[in-house]
């Protein structure tokens, strides 16, 4: 009998996560269906998709609240359609607002096993989710990618794997023929812009970081989605716009330095050893609310993995072109906007190569996929 299995990827990083675990449990066991949300990667990793993670991509606590209605239609759709389809395992990829909804409700109505993929950020804010996890949306297992964060989990009796970032597995040698296919202007500097992966985080950054970078003489790369070129490409028409996903990663590593919006990119650009800046906006009540629950004085994953600050964060009122461009052209010459030595460096971007990868050798989804597949044969 074919093994059955749903994935639920609610955003851009969840999608690239089950894609890459849908192409390793097929490699490992060829027999399966599968089926879920997620978008383009997913689907072309052989996954039948219910509809697109777009519909439920909502950034912001505050900005979720036009769209809760819908959204728990979405929730119910999604639970009807994992009862119908009886899956052998349900996987869920982050975004803890759905998954752990849809979770709870299969679980009032079926058996099925859920091994959910990637720790809520327990050690950031709100700590009792790690027992909410483990207790009211009952879990069976839990797949972390970095290797500090079990134990949060493991006192309230959840079963948990690390199985390593899937950014450790990419290639981020430097292509140099890369330059040339872009048309990139040798004798120019290269920054890269990221403003971010969801349409909320583009309507928000995307006029500041244009205005950052207009007046500056250097190659403006973007790596993005196809969703969003169109709109970026307006606003920047000189830019260099890049969907291709492969190509998004080596034009990183052609980079001098890096402007971006907060998130998993800032492991990317430290995989591809490209110096950065951090940046983000949120409604001000979000950002009120989260002042209460933050535990962490940094948002950059790269400061909370090394447990200090070297890179900038230009939040809220200070994420604007004139504080950012001044940032941008400092770390352009090696410094910080104070005249300080800057401390990114390679030897630092290394430790977070190390942090990210298994200690056993294999590849992050190929690990994932044997925790999968282990609940299948139970």
């Not at 072309?44 to 777009?54: E, P, Q, S, T």
């Not at 969801?198 to 970078?213: D, M």
Request: charged letters at 20%; proline letters at 6%; glycine letters at 6%.
């Amino acid at each position: 009998m074919t093994t059955k299995i749903y994935i639920i990827a609610g955003e851009a990083s969840g999608d690239l996560l089950g894609s890459n675990l849908a192409n390793a449990l097929i490699k490992q066991q060829s027999d399966l269906t599968l089926r879920g949300i997620g978008g383009d990667l997913m689907r072309d990793a052989n996954v039948d998709l219910l509809f697109g993670y777009d519909e439920i991509a909502v950034m912001g606590l505050i900005e979720l609240i036009p769209h809760i209605r819908r959204i728990k239609k979405l929730i119910q759709k999604t639970i009807d359609d994992i009862c119908e389809f009886k899956p052998d395992i349900l996987v869920t990829i982050d975004s803890p607002g759905f998954c752990n909804r849809v979770i709870t409700g299969v679980k009032a109505r079926t058996n099925i096993p859920c091994v959910h993929y990637v720790a809520p950020s327990v050690w950031a804010w709100r700590p009792k989710r790690a027992y909410k996890l483990a207790k009211w949306v009952r879990v069976d297992h839990l797949m972390c990618l970095f290797p500090f964060e079990p134990p949060y989990f493991t006192t309230h009796g959840l079963p948990t794997t690390v199985v390593g970032h899937p950014i450790s597995s990419m290639d981020w040698t430097v292509d140099d023929a890369l330059p040339k296919t872009l048309g990139l202007n040798p004798l120019k500097k290269n920054i890269c812009l990221l403003p971010g992966s969801r349409r909320g985080e583009i309507k928000k950054h995307l006029a500041i970081f244009a205005e950052t970078v207009k007046d500056l003489d250097a190659n403006i790369l973007i790596p993005t989605f196809d969703k969003f070129a169109d709109e970026i490409k307006t606003a920047l028409p000189s830019a260099y716009i890049i969907t291709d996903t492969l190509l998004k990663q080596k034009a990183m590593t052609l980079c001098d330095v890096a402007l971006a919006a907060s998130g998993t990119v800032s492991l990317e650009l430290a995989m591809a050893k490209t110096p950065m800046i951090i940046a983000y906006r949120a409604s001000w009540l979000t950002v009120l609310l989260l002042k209460r629950l933050l535990t962490i004085s940094s948002v950059c994953l790269v400061n909370i993995l090394l447990g200090k600050k070297v890179v900038l964060e230009y939040l809220q009122e200070a994420c604007n072109a004139k504080d950012l461009k001044l940032a941008l052209m400092a770390l352009l010459d090696g410094e910080n906007p104070d005249g300080t030595t800057t401390e990114q460096t390679p030897k630092l971007f290394d430790q977070i190569r190390q942090l990210l990868t298994p200690s056993d050798g294999k590849m992050p989804a190929e690990k994932a996929a044997e925790v999968v597949l282990s609940y299948v044969s139970k």
